[in-house]
């Protein structure tokens, strides 16, 4: 079948977005709806073999169709779900398809945006993962198109979908530390020297390398562009901050139902390891919300002594602390002193004249101590999976709905622009831009290479 130009692609998807607009009821009345839902896999990389390994053990879906620009990755996907699963280089020949429900999209930060967009336009639901955009825009773009076909779309931060979060998150909005003072995050390894020089040279035959760079900026091939490791350029992602910090960010603004922050400042750069690397491997941000600041760490080229791990949190309070990761929490009480016995006491106490130490109980707590360590970072993506399922067939909003996800990785874009222009950058909530800093602003968007730019403007009409 010769492939569809734009037009017909987008008049296409429109006549299929209108037939699937369905409501609950609607929907449970197609044949086979109640059976399982049928998933097409676009990028079948680490993070996507993890989906499609929740979606194919689950009893309401089927993985039926799977796309990838490199072509042993759909080899090892059908080989891992079965024979029957479809191997289609082009997703949009995937999207095209009207035996699939959803798709799942898991390529490079760049696609995400564009993807999830088109994918909606065909009458999919979709399960993205984050960050959700590579540029703040791209997010606003994104509600739009999935208001207007009226798609669930799950975002993969799965934490929202663990219990023990749902506990954490009760205990902290009912003052189990007290009044919030702040949160920490850090990541800390130690990668030195980095991923190296290779120079740029001819992509495998198996690649497309037209396909992987998208909407991104024409380069010659470099491996260290491509697979895995295009997470260390600008033209595709934002580093850790918008990796990692992505995934500890969420919680924050997911528990306390924030949406931008009022300032962010952030520094940092690729200083320590040799390589063609661009993003930093050292960072710091300051993000300022209306009540408390999250302080946020990086570095890629020395380990610490202590790190708070992949996704997890320390939430300071007035009562005591909370340390919250996938594996479960902790509330940590803060004793009661006497203020003054806090001065009293410093380096052997005061001469005559300052301050004196006075009698206090001992064992008296502000809060309670509390842990649970029932969490299972490998369940959290199958019960995120499953939400995404129940949310298709009662078209309710998922755990990790768009509108909060935009958010999240807009915090994210804007420490890195702080970093990447040396500013404090402050958001006006009323202008839905950044306040008095016209090159700053200009950042929250990026210019998609052709043909991708035609297919942004026809979908947003």
């Known amino acids: 079948m010769p492939p569809l130009t734009r037009r017909q692609f987008v008049r296409t998807a429109g006549k299929i977005a209108a037939a699937t607009a369905l409501t609950a009821k609607s929907y449970s009345q197609v044949a086979g709806s109640n059976d399982r839902t049928r998933i097409g896999i676009i990028g079948f990389g680490l993070v996507g073999r993890i989906h499609t390994r929740s979606f194919h053990t689950l009893n309401g879906s089927k993985v039926v169709a799977v796309s990838d620009c490199f072509g042993p990755r759909m080899d090892a996907c059908a080989e891992l779900v079965g024979p029957d699963c479809t191997k289609i280089p082009d997703f949009r020949r995937l999207l095209e398809r009207t035996d699939i429900d959803a798709v799942v999209i898991a390529t490079g930060d760049h696609w995400h945006a564009l993807q999830t967009m088109m994918a909606c336009a065909a009458g999919k639901d979709v399960y993205v993962e984050k960050p ?98 295009f997470r260390w350029f600008w033209d595709y992602s934002g580093g850790q901050m918008t990796n990692l910090g992505h995934h500890s960010l969420d919680i924050v603004h997911w528990i306390f139902d924030i949406t931008a922050p009022k300032a962010v400042s952030s520094s940092g750069g690729r200083y320590f390891l040799k390589d063609n690397g661009e993003v930093p491997d050292t960072q710091d941000a300051i993000i300022e919300y209306p009540k408390f600041n999250a302080i946020v760490e990086f570095r890629e080229a020395a380990a610490g002594a202590a790190t708070t791990g992949m996704g997890s949190l320390t939430f300071m ?51 309670e101590k509390a842990e649970d360590q029932s969490g299972d970072w490998k369940r959290q993506y199958v019960e995120h999976a499953k939400n995404f399922l129940d949310c298709i067939r009662n078209r309710r909003t998922p755990n990790s709905d768009l509108a909060s996800s935009h958010w999240v990785s807009t915090t994210c874009h804007l420490a890195n622009i702080s970093a990447r222009t040396g500013r404090k950058i402050f958001w006006n909530a009323l202008a839905n831009d950044i306040d008095g800093d016209k090159a700053a602003s200009a950042m929250l968007t990026r210019p998609y290479r052709a043909p991708w730019d035609a297919e942004v403007k026809a979908l947003l009409g």
Request: charged share 20%.
């Open 132 to 229: 959700l955009h590579l540029f703040a825009r791209e997010g606003e773009w994104m509600q739009k198109v999935a208001a207007r076909t009226k798609r669930v779309v799950q975002v993969g931060t799965q934490q929202r979908s663990a219990a023990h979060y749902h506990k954490a998150k009760d205990l902290l909005r009912n003052g189990a530390i007290g009044e919030l003072v702040s949160v920490q995050c850090n990541f800390f390894r130690n990668v030195m020297p980095g991923i190296g020089h290779p120079p740029d040279s001819e992509p495998p035959a198996n690649l497309d390398w037209n396909m992987l760079l998208g909407p991104a900026p024409q380069r010659p091939y470099n491996p260290n562009r491509a697979l895995y490791h």
């Open 317 to 367: 309070g007035t009562k005591g602390t909370m340390t919250l990761g996938r594996d479960g929490f902790a509330i940590i009480p803060d004793k009661k002193v006497e203020p003054v016995n806090a001065f009293a006491q410093i380096i052997g106490g005061h001469p005559v004249g300052g301050p004196q130490p006075v009698p206090e109980p001992d064992g008296d707590f502000w809060c």
